[in-house]
């Protein structure tokens, strides 16, 4: 008994519990759907889900520091409206325009840092504004979806590199190096621990001396670079750049850092789950596309249980727990 | 204040506390009024339709037809009556420290289910086309009703009993609910055809906008009850302390419980009058970014989102504000996407106005100018 308790309140559980979950739904599928259990199945939910993986990472930095980011969407979004008006109209080389939608997609990440940082404003709030900013700049700059005949571009979208008969696209690569990178920056570094620091308590960071501000802004900044990141990612999987592209991506990328067992109040998660809650996420879609009866609306459905099911197994645990996270009722607006 | 010792100017706060105290001159009662936390919405507003006045021809006419009373500004109150309905719950939401991102998935709910209800079917009777609802509308509209209830108490159950973060505990009621409205109506748009349910939406009373009335009796009710009974007082005492508010007495859990209930049961209602105004139910896109309007609208009204100080009216004036934005940019022939510029803009430059560290740094840096001119 007081080994399950102890096992409960593990900060390794509901990392596990996800693993275990996404073991479970992949085998639940390889019964049900014949061709569903290959390596190529697996290797696709990574080659479709590449460019959520890379914003799911900036977000998790995010929420692990108290705060959250709506705007990664439209980000996204505006990264690959700029990427093809630059490379379509002005015929700009392409490696010139993917460094100068990163560098865009950090600047804004890092003014709405410092705006929640140095003016106090709720990142919540500022974040959505940026939500609204970024997808209203996508149509001012065109209303129309712009295509990408870029050759490299091109070239990317179709290139497959195989690993064990099977294949996968660069951008899994990308996302992957990515991945290391943030679970490096994470566990690793004084950055990383300055960001767990601030998530847990804002205060005490401050009283430790650590760079509060800086890392705040930071965080944005990397959570905005991320999600121009995954937008490039994005313009090579779907060569078009679009205003409509990747609505809601943000609430996905919430609900997999949440499934993957990131505490929503900050300070204390795995970058690491967050490829499982990503892979989850894909599961859910590829399962619904094998079977082919059941309708898109059920990834909703899906979703929203299973982030039902996770708040409610973090909040039980934090509780049991008592320590960590257990914030009153109406601690935190956002 | 005579002595050598204050030789620092008078700060704004020691001015103010002066000017409440002692009986007030002219100007002091002036700057007083001026510092009315409905004083910026309300000149938001005026200046907006100010433009409005210079830039579209025929404003502020008003025109008499067919018992109806036609004119931009009618149009413009129609249109934010589900706003205003759901800012109005949001308010409180807000007040309460905590947040409803789901009223948009409520709106698409409630909106589905009072069109499957209704129905759309046309029998002929006699080669005359006949309009026929499936159950009574009075029923129809009792079940969305209370399906939007049951959002709130699932809302309100996940916040005050289980203790979720008020914008996750709304998320999966975003995420699922669209979903679920989808479900009802297999992804499909429901068209509804019975004409006694077109009245809500568009109807007219006394000449008026029959949902101005629904807007204005929800809003009459609220105020009521927060002026005239404790429930205002202790929404807001939550807001600012809930520890303490729980501690002095307080049923804190019961009354999140129930402000998320009249959030949801608000975003019914305005998922009633869209669908009604519509014609049909489009779980898709019913009430999409509604939430945010509405977050928008109350913080636009002078709503701390920091829970504690709210006000019902500032909700109402930014609502407004919001649809005669949108109503300005679209009479101008403006790109209606270009909305989402306007608005983000318009939150900033808010948020920045609510900042006190804003204010701290433009008074520097226009003090600093102010001398350099000495």
């Not at chain 1, 379509?88 to 080389?93: A, C, I, M, V, Y």
């Not at chain 1, 847990?200 to 705040?216: C, D, F, H, I, Y």
């Not at chain 2, 009223?103 to 006699?126: C, F, K, P, R």
Request: with cysteine; charged share 10%; proline share 4%.
């Amino acid at each position: 008994m007081k080994i399950l308790r102890s096992s409960l309140a593990s900060p390794y559980f509901t990392s596990l519990a996800t693993v275990a979950l996404l073991v479970l739904m992949f085998g639940m599928g390889s019964f049900a759907y014949t061709g569903f259990f290959s390596l190529q199945v697996i290797l696709n939910l990574l080659i479709d889900n590449a460019f959520l993986l890379v914003i799911a990472i900036g977000m998790t930095f995010v929420i692990l520091s108290g705060g959250i980011d709506l705007s990664v969407g439209s980000v996204l979004a505006l990264t690959t409206m700029i990427s093809a008006y630059l490379l379509q109209s002005w015929h700009w080389p392409p490696l010139l325009v993917i460094a100068c939608v990163l560098l865009i997609g950090s600047c804004f990440g890092a003014l709405m840092g410092a705006l929640i940082h140095f003016f106090k404003l709720q990142a919540f709030i500022v974040t959505l504004a940026g939500m609204f900013l970024a997808r209203g700049l996508c149509y001012l700059i065109s209303i129309n979806s712009i295509t990408i005949d870029q050759p490299l571009y091109v070239e990317l979208s179709q290139a497959r590199l195989g690993i064990l008969g099977a294949f996968i696209s660069p951008s899994v690569v990308i996302a992957m190096l990515m991945l290391a990178l943030a679970i490096y920056l994470a566990h690793y570094t004084r950055f990383g621990r300055a960001v767990y620091a601030i998530g847990g308590n804002e205060q005490s960071a401050l009283l430790m001396g650590l760079p509060v501000g800086r890392t705040k802004v930071l965080v944005y900044a990397f959570s905005g670079f991320c999600a121009a990141l995954a937008g490039v990612l994005f313009s090579f999987y779907m060569l078009s750049g679009y205003g409509l592209h990747a609505q809601g991506t943000e609430l996905d990328a919430i609900a997999a850092v949440v499934i993957g067992g990131t505490l929503l109040s900050g300070g204390y998660g795995y970058v690491a789950g967050t490829l499982t809650g990503v892979l989850i996420l894909g599961v859910i879609q590829t399962l619904i596309a094998f079977d082919g009866s059941l309708s898109s609306w059920w990834t909703k459905i899906v979703i929203g249980a299973l982030l039902f099911i996770f708040c409610v197994a973090q909040r039980l645990m934090s509780m049991s727990a008592g320590g960590i996270g257990s914030a009153s009722p109406v601690s935190k607006a956002a | 204040m005579s002595t050598p010792m204050h030789t620092q100017p008078i700060s704004e706060a020691e001015l103010s506390s002066a000017a409440s105290n002692t009986p007030q001159p002219l100007p002091s009662r002036l700057s007083h009024t001026l510092r009315h936390p409905l004083i910026r919405p309300l000149a938001a507003l005026a200046l907006l339709l100010a433009i409005d006045f210079f830039v579209i021809p025929g404003f502020f006419r008003m025109e008499w037809k067919d018992g109806h009373l036609y004119g931009s500004l009618i149009d413009i109150v129609n249109r934010a009556a589900p706003l205003i309905l759901t800012a109005l719950g949001m308010t409180l939401v807000i007040a309460t420290r905590g947040i409803d991102i789901s009223v948009g998935a409520v709106v698409a709910i409630s909106g589905t289910v009072i069109a499957l209800l209704i129905g759309g079917n046309v029998e002929m009777h006699n080669g005359v086309p006949q309009y026929v609802s499936q159950i009574p509308m009075g029923w129809a509209i009792a079940a969305a009703m209370g399906a939007a209830i049951l959002c709130g108490a699932w809302n309100g159950f996940l916040v005050a009993t289980l203790g979720l973060q008020p914008i996750i505990a709304t998320l999966i009621l975003m995420v699922g609910g669209r979903g679920l409205a989808q479900l009802l109506t297999d992804g499909q748009i429901i068209t509804v055809y019975y004409k006694p349910f077109f009245y809500l939406g568009s109807g007219y009373l006394f000449g008026l906008p029959f949902s101005l009335f629904i807007a204005i009796g929800v809003f009459l009710i609220v105020a009521l009850l927060m002026r005239k009974t404790a429930l205002g007082l202790f929404i807001q005492a939550v807001g600012i302390n809930p520890v303490a508010a729980r501690l002095a007495g307080i049923r804190t859990a019961a009354l999140i419980f129930f402000v998320y209930i009249f959030c949801s049961a608000c975003a019914g209602v305005a998922g009633l009058l869209i669908s009604s105004n519509i014609k049909s139910a489009d779980a898709n896109n019913a009430g999409l970014l509604l939430e945010l309007d509405a977050i928008l609208a109350v913080t636009l009204g002078g709503t701390s989102l920091a829970g504690g100080k709210f006000s019902l009216v500032g909700s109402v004036i930014g609502a407004l504000i919001i649809q005669t934005l949108t109503y300005t940019i679209y009479s101008m022939g403006v790109p209606p996407e270009v909305n989402m510029v306007v608005k983000s803009i318009v939150v900033f430059a808010v948020c920045l106005s609510q900042s006190p560290e804003f204010r701290h740094l433009w008074k520097r840096l226009f003090g600093a100018s102010a001398q350099e001119k000495q």
